[in-house]
């Protein structure tokens, strides 16, 4: 379905998420101080404006009212990323996705009522940390403190054989969410399913257990 995004900052972290969701069809109104860097997503936006988003007339002429998403991807400048969320939270958009430069400024916009804080170089170094770890690990995501969704790669130790019969879910406590080989993915596994070789299984699990798997299991 279509949606309606307000990218607010349009350094290298809001323009690419300005032009990814461009690009997959949604409606985006990108908003910047800086007109080189509006000038620079004109093509890549529904809309491309200069404004203030720390001005609330400007927001509220621009109509930010209607748009159901925003993300707030104002850079070093604290002080005006905090207030922007905070007007655009009292305007009335569902869902504000900011920005934080670290844990304290994370905080700040979780107490203003931001409904999702990214902390992009911390969240991208723990996904390479894991990769670096073991280079089975493809993909990572963090669903709590404990429990982890990862994409592992199949070597020949568990290939050609059955769900069933690797029965992972009484061996490693680890539930296989889908299975994915060359460009098709298999996102409902049944037991009879056959694992190959170098295919790519999307695993759930408490994260000793996923460890566990990883280093003696496939
Ligand atoms: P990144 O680290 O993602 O590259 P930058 O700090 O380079 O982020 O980019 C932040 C962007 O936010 C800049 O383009 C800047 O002009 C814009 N910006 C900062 N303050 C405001 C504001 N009050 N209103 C609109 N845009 C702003």
Same mark, same amino acid.
């Given at each position: 379905? %279509? %949606?309606?995004?307000?990218?607010?900052?349009?350094?290298?972290?809001?323009?690419?998420?300005?032009?990814?969701?461009?690009?997959?069809?949604?409606?985006?109104?990108?908003? /910047?101080?800086?007109?080189?860097? +509006?000038?620079?997503?004109?093509?890549?936006?529904? $809309?491309?404006?200069?404004?203030?988003?720390?001005?609330?007339?400007?927001? %509220?002429?621009?109509?930010?009212?209607?748009?159901?998403?925003?993300?707030?991807?104002?850079?070093? /400048?604290? !002080?005006?990323?905090? *207030?922007?969320? *905070?007007?655009?939270?009292?305007?009335?958009?569902?869902?504000?996705? +900011?920005?934080?430069? @670290?844990?304290?400024? !994370?905080?700040?916009?979780?107490?203003?009522?931001?409904?999702?804080?990214?902390?992009?170089?911390?969240?991208?170094?723990?996904?390479?940390? $894991? $990769?670096?770890?073991?280079?089975?690990?493809?993909?990572?995501? @963090?669903?709590?403190?404990?429990?982890?969704?990862?994409? *592992?790669?199949?070597? @020949?130790?568990?290939?050609?054989?059955?769900?069933?019969?690797?029965?992972?879910?009484?061996?490693?406590?680890?539930?296989?969410?889908?299975?994915?080989?060359?460009? /098709? #993915?298999?996102?409902?596994? +049944?037991?009879?399913?056959? #694992?190959?070789?170098?295919?790519?299984?999307?695993?759930?699990?408490?994260? @000793? /257990?996923?460890?566990?798997?990883?280093?003696?299991?496939?």
């Amino acid at each position: 379905m %279509k %949606k309606q995004v307000v990218v607010i900052g349009l350094g290298r972290f809001g323009s690419s998420v300005c032009q990814e969701l461009y690009k997959m069809g949604h409606e985006v109104l990108a908003i /910047d101080s800086n007109m080189e860097r +509006v000038d620079a997503n004109r093509d890549h936006s529904s $809309h491309a404006v200069i404004a203030n988003a720390t001005d609330e007339s400007e927001l %509220k002429a621009l109509g930010v009212r209607n748009f159901d998403n925003a993300i707030v991807a104002i850079g070093d /400048d604290l !002080q005006a990323s905090v *207030l922007c969320t *905070l007007m655009l939270k009292e305007i009335g958009v569902s869902k504000v996705w +900011v920005k934080a430069r @670290d844990l304290q400024h !994370q905080k700040i916009l979780e107490k203003v009522g931001a409904d999702r804080v990214i902390q992009p170089e911390y969240e991208m170094g723990v996904r390479v940390a $894991h $990769h670096m770890d073991s280079e089975k690990i493809i993909d990572y995501i @963090d669903l709590s403190k404990d429990y982890s969704i990862q994409e *592992l790669t199949a070597s @020949d130790k568990i290939a050609n054989r059955t769900l069933a019969k690797l029965n992972l879910r009484e061996r490693y406590k680890i539930i296989i969410l889908a299975i994915k080989r060359g460009e /098709d #993915v298999n996102i409902a596994p +049944v037991p009879n399913d056959e #694992v190959q070789e170098n295919d790519v299984l999307i695993v759930m699990g408490h994260r @000793d /257990d996923l460890k566990r798997f990883e280093e003696k299991g496939i």
